[in-house]
C-alpha cells in the first residue's frame, strides 16, 4: 500500500468542498494549496559518542487570510515537511471558524 501524504490529502479535500464555496471566493481554493512560509533548520549536534548527527526542524505559516497564524508541531524523528503543512493548514482551517 502506498505511503500517503498529509498535505496532498489536505489538497484533495480542497478540491471537494470547491463546488460548495460561492463562485467569488474559489480563488482562494488555489492560494491555500500552498503555504506562505516555510522555514527548513538543520541543527548539528554532537552526541556523546562523539558523533555528530543532523536535525531537521521545520515552521509553517500556512495563510493569514482570516487571521493570524498557528502552526502545528510535532517532536518525532519520522516528521517531515508535509506532515507539519498539514497541520500548519488544518490549523488555518480551524482558526479560521472562530475568527
Known sequence: MAETNPFENFCKQLDKVEKFILEEDRKFIEILKYPQRILEISLPLEMDSGEIKI?????????????????????????DLDEVKALAAWMSMKTAVFF
Open 55 to 79: 536535525f531537521k526542524g521545520y515552521r509553517v505559516q500556512h495563510s493569514d487570510i482570516r487571521g493570524p497564524t498557528k502552526g502545528g508541531i510535532r517532536f518525532h524523528p519520522n516528521v
